[in-house]
């Protein structure tokens, strides 16, 4: 997982991997290189506060809607 770009603290790479697990139950071994195409990362760098109101599900559903969402618009 490419996070070298980002200061997490600890807290926040607990939530990351969380939702990466969360991920795991869909997209099996793909689920880390999802989570690092979605824009996930840079809003939880951008704005944690607002990350952290939300639990680690209601993530992994936002990039898994968003994910399917875009892999359906480049297949038609």
Same mark, same amino acid.
């Given at each position: +997982?490419t996070?070298? !770009?980002?200061?997490? *603290?600890?807290? &926040? +790479?607990?939530?990351?991997? &969380?939702?990466?697990?969360?991920?795991?139950?869909?997209?099996?071994?793909?689920?880390?290189?999802?989570?690092?195409? @979605? &824009?996930?990362?840079?809003?939880?760098?951008? &704005?944690?506060m607002?990350?952290?109101?939300? *639990?680690?599900?209601?993530?992994?559903?936002?990039?898994?809607?968003?994910?399917? !969402? !875009? @892999?359906? @618009?480049?297949?038609?």
């Amino acid at each position: +997982m490419t996070l070298n !770009k980002y200061n997490f *603290d600890e807290m &926040d +790479m607990e939530f990351i991997l &969380d939702v990466q697990f969360e991920l795991e139950k869909h997209f099996g071994k793909e689920a880390s290189t999802i989570l690092v195409q @979605s &824009d996930f990362l840079k809003r939880l760098a951008d &704005d944690p506060m607002y990350v952290h109101h939300y *639990d680690e599900t209601y993530w992994a559903e936002r990039i898994r809607a968003l994910h399917v !969402k !875009k @892999s359906n @618009s480049t297949v038609n």
